[in-house]
């Protein structure tokens, strides 16, 4: 069976699942699975572990591993989880998915080669990287179009790799004006671009769906929530998808400009799932206005966040 633009493996919403630790900054590997626990519960098509919104950059390689292993046997096949093995070598991105791959991820997700504000590659390199990882494995690789990267991935060159390189199917797209570029990239890629996602929190889903896209990788604290948008929007019930997301778009909207990566674990923390939401050093914890201001809005949609533990 060929897997393409109009027949997916994988569709609908995909959200990060954060990495939790205690207070002193240890891994918390029994609150780690309760928030995959809770995440299955609320919804969710797959989840992605080890992502920006996963603390990735403050996780050491031996943590990367364990979180993996723990991620991959605790969900044990419930629904697909999107392994991110981002490095800017690579060799060491190979080994990272080789290994994901054999401990069961279902998809890779991948940034290009980019390093701290000035270190980059020109495209033929970022080409070979990714047409190296797509030989070395055998699942399929999510390019994450993120401005994090400070790489310029035009929808033409995204379109170029979705045509040439085998396991690059699955695209990400987080630059401003997303929609406009997922648009392009399947009128480019067209049946190649077996995936045009939407990121960032889901702050632009509305658009991004009306451009084609076909899944979602969102915060983990409500996807109870931003479900139920994405497949009034599959069904064509355009009115009920915008009913939806103007309904949960005060909470997505705070989560993406006000508490970031730390939304999920304030709202799991709240609502008994972890034990701790605390980032690690030296990233600063919430403020008490921003996580009450995020509370505030929750308590109000009532998501499945704030019962599930209690």
């Known amino acids: 069976m060929t897997h393409t633009l109009s027949n997916p493996r994988y569709r609908g919403i995909f959200p990060v699942a954060p990495t939790t630790f205690t207070e002193s900054g240890a891994l918390d590997?029994?609150?780690?699975?309760?928030?995959?626990?809770?995440?299955?519960d609320s919804g969710v098509d797959g989840l992605c572990i080890l992502a920006n919104f996963s603390e990735q950059f403050l996780l050491s390689d031996d943590e990367r591993e364990v979180l993996t292993r723990t991620a991959l046997e605790h969900v044990a096949g419930r629904v697909p989880v999107i392994v991110t093995t981002t490095h800017f070598s690579t060799a060491v991105c190979i080994e990272r998915s080789r290994r994901a791959q054999a401990m069961g991820a279902?998809?890779?997700?991948?940034?290009?080669?980019?390093?701290?504000?000035?270190?980059?590659v020109p495209e033929a390199k970022i080409f070979e990287f990714y047409a190296q990882l797509s030989d070395a494995v055998s699942i399929p690789i999510m390019v994450q179009d993120a401005p994090a990267s400070g790489t310029v991935l035009s929808a033409a060159f995204l379109a170029k790799m979705a045509t040439e390189i085998?396991?690059?199917?699955?695209?990400?797209?987080?630059?401003?004006?997303?929609?406009?570029?997922?648009?392009e990239l399947i009128r480019l890629g067209g049946e190649a671009i077996e995936g045009p996602w939407d990121g960032e929190e889901?702050?632009?889903?509305?658009?991004?769906?009306?451009?084609?896209a076909t899944g979602a990788m969102t915060g983990?604290?409500?996807?109870?929530?931003?479900?139920p948008i994405i497949e009034a929007h599959r069904s064509?019930?355009?009115?009920?998808?915008?009913?939806l997301?103007?309904?949960?778009?005060?909470l997505i909207n705070h989560e993406n400009r006000q508490a970031g990566f730390l939304a999920a674990k304030a709202l799991m923390k709240e609502g008994g799932v972890i034990a701790c939401d605390a980032p690690?050093?030296?990233?600063?914890?919430?403020?008490?206005d921003v996580r009450r201001g995020l509370l505030d809005i929750a308590r109000r949609l009532d998501p499945l966040v704030l019962r599930w533990g209690r």
């Not at 983990?220 to 479900?227: C, N, S």
């Open 280 to 288: 690690r050093h030296p990233w600063p914890s919430m403020h008490p």
């Open 106 to 120: 279902a998809m890779l997700m991948v940034m290009p080669p980019y390093h701290g504000a000035t270190f980059r």
């Open 220 to 227: 983990g604290g409500f996807a109870d929530g931003i479900r």
């Open 245 to 250: 997301y103007q309904r949960w778009l005060p």
């Open 202 to 212: 889901a702050i632009t889903l509305l658009a991004d769906l009306d451009a084609g």
């Open 166 to 183: 085998e396991q690059l199917s699955y695209f990400k797209i987080e630059t401003p004006g997303a929609a406009a570029k997922l648009r």
């Open 29 to 40: 590997l029994a609150s780690q699975k309760r928030c995959l626990d809770f995440m299955i």
């Open 236 to 243: 064509g019930d355009a009115d009920l998808a915008f009913t």
